[in-house]
């Protein structure tokens, strides 16, 4: 019997929590190209209570329609980890992103899957098949051959990435532990904490922004919070090792991107790489599907 069978995951849901990480993924892409056009004029920590406003104008609603206990504190020791690790991971990127190139920035946060998938195993006790191991290798070569880091890579910066990184990581890997806990009360209480921790920075830097970037910080509120809203259902409905590997797909979405709207036209390593990463997550997906359908011994 295979250890998804063993652990009651069927098809449907792994099919729902990859297409809803995806979804989320791509939602990661938007919501850093716009994060990093905004640090450049604001500083991290007014991105973060601003941001963390427009998520509430939508979340105020949802409370209200759905009643659900948002001080049901079961597991608070994970809750107070898991928002202390997003607001970190937040802020270290954006805060890293001003002095690096967001290429450079992106590979450190690329390794995240490696992150989730080593943590899943004495965190969550999770069996990682050496086929996954080897798909978020190959998905991590493709992207250091998309982004050809530079030598700013290893920039004074660098380290406040690689643990904004580390956090992200450890805060997937919570999540999937509050598996079930209601996704509602994970999403406010994790922009209520970002925005908390914004706010005691804005004594020490406030820039009054205009009616349109004012705006554009409420946009990134609401994309983030939809996008930890679809991670947050993902990690409930599939094993974060198995999820793991599609975090890679935020470098397809972000070639598309930049093509779209910069008219930036991709380049053979950002074709060859983007090839290898689609190429190790369909293999997953197709692995997966093989082994959640396969009958039991």
């Known amino acids: 019997m295979t250890s998804l069978r063993q652990a009651g995951i069927g098809a449907a849901s792994v099919g729902m929590g990859i297409a809803l990480y995806l979804i989320g993924v791509f939602l990661f892409a938007l919501n850093d190209a716009l994060g990093k056009w905004l640090v450049a004029d604001y500083s991290v920590g007014q991105l973060l209570l601003l941001r963390s406003v427009g998520a509430a104008i939508v979340l105020a609603p949802m409370v209200w329609h759905l009643k659900v206990d948002l001080f049901d504190f079961g597991q608070w020791r994970l809750q107070v980890l898991r928002i202390l690790c997003m607001a970190g991971d937040t802020f270290c990127f954006y805060f890293s992103t001003r002095s690096m190139p967001l290429a450079d920035v992106m590979t450190f946060y690329m390794a995240a899957p490696l992150i989730i998938t080593a943590l899943s195993v004495p965190l969550l006790g999770e069996k990682v098949e050496p086929f996954r191991w080897g798909a978020v290798i190959a998905g991590f070569i493709g992207v250091l051959v998309a982004l050809q880091p530079s030598a700013e890579l290893f920039s004074s910066a660098s380290p406040i990435a690689l643990i904004g990184a580390i956090m992200f990581g450890l805060a997937v890997t919570v999540t999937r532990r509050l598996r079930r806990t209601h996704w509602l009360p994970l999403v406010v209480w994790q922009f209520a904490g970002a925005g908390v921790i914004g706010a005691a920075t804005i004594p020490f830097a406030w820039v009054t922004p205009g009616w349109f970037d004012l705006a554009l910080m409420f946009l990134v509120g609401i994309v983030a919070m939809v996008c930890f809203i679809c991670i947050t259902r993902a990690l409930a409905m599939a094993p974060a090792a ?21 008219r930036d036209v991709p380049t053979l390593p950002i074709v060859v790489g983007n090839c290898i990463i689609i190429g190790s997550g369909l293999f997953v997906f197709y692995r997966d599907r093989t082994t959640v359908s396969a009958p039991a011994e």
């Open 242 to 262: 198995m999820l793991a590997p599609f975090q890679y797909s935020a470098m397809v979405w972000a070639t598309l991107m930049g093509w779209i709207v910069w």
